[in-house]
């Protein structure tokens, strides 16, 4: 970057994803014939000026002509375009105040509508250059101040002759009048700005198509640029993860793919090259060869409670972050197993297929009360203490078994064996996670061990039950019921069959996995994951990841930050001091987090560094990732 660079930057959607006078005729005929006729007549003629096919002042004169509008018709229209500021100018508008001086809005718009909305972003009146409007004395718009050359012909032109800026200039926008600043010798550098549209004719005249603002500051090696634009950062989602998901990524300005369903391994290897983010549910298997297999990988999101189906081990190795939405689904479990523990008590799956059989079967043989019955818990986590309180306050007793200590809430009693808990209880609710010590955790001795007439669910994990087993404890009247979520195979997705390894039993309940699927629960996973992502992306913090030391750190708003992740080993901190005082660094703050497998550094050093610095940093021995944040 020039020692003093302006940026010129036009309003129309280029600040705004919008052009202002198509928004003032909506506003203008809302609910009119004219809605639609003036609306194209304008756009048409927006198009064929910014286009450079009809003479600037020529389109403007005919726009007006077409909108008949007063001064509050502009207040309202200013307050609609505030809420449409281009995503990219939003992310950076730190960027405008630090900016104040060299940053002009120049824009054949008019500045009653601009100047409310540009000065929100720190953007001096003075540096706002754009038409006015002429109004009578009932504050109806006449026309337009004609003297001004911004409503003429060329009129960026004319103003940045006058303007005659000492420095070099950088002219952003969307059309053509931006591209002709550049052509007349007054800019540098013309970016065709295509966030909001593209033209293909501006955009053949362009020295650099930004598709974000993002994107021009990394360009021009701006200091306050990210080191790697966020509209490059790639994201694939799988399984179907809410659009919410989707569309704040899109937001913050990624490159966001949606599929429906799982991948496995080997699609899944193809598909993961050039990957930043990936998001998945409980059904990608994540294993070693897919994380080898990605080049680009920096975040994984597990868009779900468990994350037994990643490989966090070959993550942690490649300096990959995990994170997953530990809490987000937690209630829709547990209102999932007090319905289904209810319908199997009353016996309800057997009576329904009766109905469906055209058989009346009116009876209270075997149906019973949940009031006083004993709720055994297996795993009291998140989900089991939460079961544990909703039980309690339907009169159940409830007790619970888990391998670490927990504190018993309510009234709950902690056993410290799982034979006793068997042996006692009506009901058995399983809520272990997935980790591999866990499979067949649940055997036939242990089904042997239920009390005869008891229930079992099972909404934690596939793997956890042995199904043969519990098949025949039901055949058997062994136990009176179940309710299974999770099976040790699932499919991929909504198009596959499947095949219940458990069967045929009358007061049986098979679900598809779907403890955690409400929209609630969804959403706020939707909201949850994404949110932890950007935080990493944009300050690299790593709080609540489930495999990298957690680390929580405020945006620096200036200087340089850097990102290390090493292999725990000792002394990498003082080779990285060492480099960082051999290269004349600054230091304004430094963290450093370690677990048992690595070590996370992050360093903010004062403006200046020289280049050499950050190749020295990806030599420092057991380097796992470095990067340069912005
Ligand atoms: N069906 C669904 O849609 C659905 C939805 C969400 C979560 N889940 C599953 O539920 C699991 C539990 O979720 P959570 O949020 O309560 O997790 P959590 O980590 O808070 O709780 C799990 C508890 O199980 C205990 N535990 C592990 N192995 C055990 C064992 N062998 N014996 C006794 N206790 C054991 C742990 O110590 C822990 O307290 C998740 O890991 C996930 O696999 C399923
Ligand atoms: O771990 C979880 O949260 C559950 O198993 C839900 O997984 P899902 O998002 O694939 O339904």
């Known amino acids: 970057m020039a020692d003093k660079t302006f940026f010129v930057i036009d309003f129309d959607s280029t600040f705004t994803k919008v052009e202002a006078l198509d ?49 509050k018709d502009v207040t309202q229209l200013s307050n609609e375009l505030k809420e449409l500021v281009s995503e990219s100018v939003k992310r950076n508008k730190a960027f405008f105040s630090n900016e104040t001086d060299n940053v002009l809005i120049v824009s054949s718009g008019f500045k009653d509508f601009i100047t409310p909305v540009v000065t929100e972003y720190g953007i001096k009146e003075e540096n706002i250059y754009a038409n006015t409007f002429t109004y009578n004395d009932k504050d109806e718009v006449t026309g337009f101040d004609a003297s001004n050359p911004l409503s003429e012909h060329k009129g960026k032109v ?25 052509e007349a010798g007054y ?60 569309e704040r990524l899109i937001q913050e300005g990624y490159q966001v793919e949606l599929l429906g369903g799982a991948l496995d391994e080997d699609e899944l290897c193809e598909k993961i090259k050039g990957v930043h983010i990936l998001g998945i549910r409980s059904k ?23 994350t037994n189906q990643i490989d966090l081990d070959a993550c942690t190795e490649h300096g990959v972050c995990v994170f997953n939405a530990p809490y987000s689904n937690t209630r829709s479990v547990v209102e999932m197993a007090i319905g289904e523990i209810i319908m199997l008590m009353r016996q309800i799956p057997k009576r329904m297929r009766q109905m469906d059989r055209g058989e009346w079967s009116k009876s209270a043989g075997g149906s019973f ?14 989900i089991g203490s939460q079961l544990s309180i909703l039980a309690e306050s339907m009169g159940m007793d409830v007790y619970y078994y888990d391998v670490v200590e927990k504190l018993g809430l309510g009234n709950a009693t902690k056993l410290s064996s799982l034979d006793k808990l068997l042996e006692i209880s009506d009901v058995v609710s399983l809520h272990v996670d997935g980790r591999p010590e866990n499979k067949m955790f649940f055997k036939r001795e242990h089904i042997q061990k239920m009390k005869k007439g008891a229930i079992l669910v099972n909404l934690a994990r ?34 596959d069959t499947f095949d219940a390894p458990v069967k045929n039993i009358d007061n049986l309940i098979l679900t598809p996995h779907i403890g955690g699927s409400t929209l609630e629960a969804q959403e ?54 060492n480099v960082f005082a051999n290269r004349g660094c600054n230091i304004l703050g430094q963290y450093l987090k370690t677990n048992e497998d690595i070590g996370y550094v992050i360093t903010d050093i004062d403006q200046s560094y020289q280049h050499e610095l950050l190749e020295d940093m990806k030599k420092i021995d057991h380097t796992i990732k470095f990067r340069i944040l912005y």
Do not use: W
């Open 158 to 182: 004319k103003l940045m002759k006058e303007l005659s800026l000492e420095g070099e200039v950088v002219v952003i926008g969307d059309g053509y009048t931006d591209y002709e600043i550049r």
């Open 524 to 577: 706020n996973i939707a909201d949850f994951v994404p949110s932890k992502m950007i935080e990493y992306v944009n300050t690299g913090s790593s709080f609540n990841s489930v495999n990298f030391p957690n680390v929580q750190l405020p945006r620096l708003e200036s200087g340089h930050r850097l990102l290390h992740i090493h292999q725990n080993k000792s002394g990498i901190l003082a080779q990285m001091n």
């Open 284 to 306: 990608t298997m994540l294993t070693r060869k897919v994380v080898e297999a990605a080049d680009r990988l920096m975040i994984v999101g597990a868009f779900c409670i468990g």
């Open 23 to 71: 928004v003032l005729s909506d506003i203008l005929y809302e609910g009119t014939d004219k809605k639609e006729i003036v609306g194209k007549k304008i756009k048409d003629l927006t198009d064929q000026a910014m286009a450079g096919e009809l003479s600037f002042r020529e389109a403007l004169e005919q726009r007006l002509a077409l909108l008949e509008a007063t001064k």
């Open 369 to 382: 009360e949940v009031r006083g019955k004993k709720l055994g818990i297996i795993g009291y986590g998140n």
């Open 187 to 246: 800019a540098k550098t013309f970016f065709a700005f295509t966030e909001n549209i593209k033209r293909e004719k501006v955009l053949a005249k362009a020295d650099v198509e930004a598709n974000s603002f993002d994107e021009i500051l990394f360009t021009i090696k701006h200091p306050m640029a990210t080191s790697f634009p966020k509209s490059k950062i790639k994201v694939l989602l799988l399984e179907n993860i809410h659009q919410d998901a989707k």
């Open 462 to 495: 596939g793997p956890v039950v042995e199904l043969e087993a519990l098949q025949e404890a039901l055949e058997s009247n062994h136990l009176a019921g179940a309710a299974i979520d999770v099976f040790p195979v699932e499919p991929k997705n909504n198009n």
